[in-house]
Structure formats: C-alpha cells, structure tokens
C-alpha cells in the first residue's frame, strides 16, 4: 500500500471514531453502556475494514506504542499522528455541523475530562492503565505475526469495557486524538494534558512489554 492511501485509511478510521463516539455523547441514547459500544463498535468495523491498509492504528497513542516495539518508523509514527489528529478534527467538525448546539454545549462537545473528585495525577494513572491495555491488546490481535487475526473484534471490545469501567471518571479517552479533536472544535482544553501523558505512556509501555518480554519467542 501506498503512504498516501495509509495516511488517508488512518483518518478515515479516526474520523469515525470521533464522529460515532461524539455523536452518541451529544445525542445521549443508552447511557454509558451506548457509548461505550458507541466507541467500541465504531473501532471494531474499521479495523476490520481498513487494518489491512494502515494497520488499523487510528490513534496516536497505538501508534507510539507501534513505534516502540519496532513495527513502524520514526517518520511514518509522525506522519500517522498528524493524519489521527487530522480525522479527529474533521470528526469532530462533522458533529458539529449535524447536530443542534444546544446538545453539543448540553455536554461539551463530549469533550474527556476529569471527575471533580479525580485529580490530575490519578487521571493520567487511570488513563495510562486503559491504553496499555488498549494496545497490548493490538499487539496480541492484530501486530503480532502469531496473532489470530480477530483484532477489529477484540480491540473494539476493549475499548467497550475500558470506557464502562471508567467513562465516568476520565471519560476513558485512551487517544490523544479522541481528545483532540472536540478540543479543538469546541474550545474546550479541561485537562486536556491528562490526554496526551496518560495514553502515550500507556502505549509506550505496552510496546516495552510486548517487544522485551511477551513477544519474544522462548527458546
């Protein structure tokens, strides 16, 4: 596959994400449990669809923890992280010019942020602990050459039980992306740090284990 077509699979699939996952927030069906297969669905179908285009990454904190345990370049981690903030923006652009203000504003654009009661340091803990593993689980489904090929399923499932467990403390965002995007959109920066640190070291250290330790072959 050409970069091109990459670069363009990664935004699509990121723009989805946003676009479902924001949409469900702002118009409110099923509680936490719709969006949380809100989120998990919309990653699961475009995994399967565009994986075996870009790898099926769709955020950046995949894509360091890709980066990390070897599986992609220095330049193309780079390029993949501007076309994942690209298609969360355009995403979140989408929301915003089909669904009423009045709903979007109702709940900040969907935007992650903390709980009052959960302070900044436990917030990059939390979401450190739910992208690690997010993309442990990329690694044992979709990276890995002995992996059964099954990940849009099972990363989609992860994201599902990530954001049931702890949507309402974080908002479970596990993508710097995710954040990004309505962030930006919508002005909206509460935390918005949390969700760059938490998640990025969340995949780096998914990626650490995976390469140094779970990966290798035993002898």
Aim: proline share 4%.
């Amino acid at each position: 596959m050409s970069v091109t077509q990459k670069l363009l699979a990664e935004f699509i699939g990121t723009f989805t994400l946003i676009f479902i996952g924001v949409a469900s927030i702002c118009i409110g069906s099923g509680g936490l449990t719709g969006v949380a297969l809100a989120h998990g669905l919309a990653i699961a179908v475009m995994v399967s669809a565009l994986g075996y285009i870009s790898g099926g990454f769709f955020n950046p904190a995949v894509t360091v923890g890709a980066w990390v345990g070897g599986h992609i370049d220095s330049k193309n981690a780079l390029r993949y992280i501007i076309a994942q903030l690209a298609g969360g923006y355009a995403g979140a652009l989408a929301v915003k010019a089909t669904i009423p203000a009045n709903l979007i504003d109702a709940v900040k654009f969907g935007t992650p942020m903390l709980s009052p009661d959960v302070s900044m340091g436990a917030g990059i803990l939390i979401e450190l602990i739910l992208t690690f593993f997010l993309v442990l689980v990329v690694y044992g489904t979709a990276i890995d050459s002995r992996a059964a090929k099954v990940g849009g399923l099972f990363i989609g499932l992860t994201i599902t039980l990530d954001i049931l467990a702890a949507g309402p403390l974080t908002g479970a965002s596990m993508n710097p992306a995710r954040t990004f995007g309505p962030a930006l959109a919508g002005g909206y920066w509460n935390d918005h740090i949390v969700y760059w640190i938490g998640p990025i070291l969340g995949g780096a250290l998914a990626g650490i284990v995976h390469r140094y330790i779970l990966g290798k072959q035993s002898a």
